[in-house]
């Protein structure tokens, strides 16, 4: 790491944990700018999975007990 970013590494060490959020945020879209047709898309992906899910058409599964098979798949290997 070269030290203007040691520099600004230890200035981010002094923030609320709020300000790093945003911070992440802004760094996030300086690098990967916005796609307004992909978050278009993403949008109209999460309507009908919803109306699906409220139709009846799909079941959801709680995260925590998703995350524990994922572990024991993924990571006991």
């Given amino acids: ?7 600004m ?3 981010v060490k002094v923030l609320t944990a709020e300000e790093r959020v945003a ?5 996030s879209e300086f690098v990967s700018p916005p796609d307004a047709e992909w978050e278009t898309a993403w ?9 699906a ?4 058409e ?3 599964e709680d995260f925590d ?7 024991r798949e993924f990571l006991a290997k």
Avoid: F, H, P, S
Wanted: proline content about 0%; hydrophobic content about 45%; overall charge negative.
């Fill in 43 to 51: 949008a109209k992906e999460c309507e009908d999975r919803l109306g």
């Fill in 9 to 11: 590494m230890e200035q």
């Fill in 58 to 60: 799909i079941e959801a």
């Fill in 23 to 27: 911070l992440l945020d802004a760094l």
């Fill in 1 to 7: 790491m070269n030290t203007r970013v040691e520099a």
């Fill in 53 to 56: 899910y409220e139709r009846g």
């Fill in 65 to 71: 007990v998703v995350m524990a098979r994922m572990r």
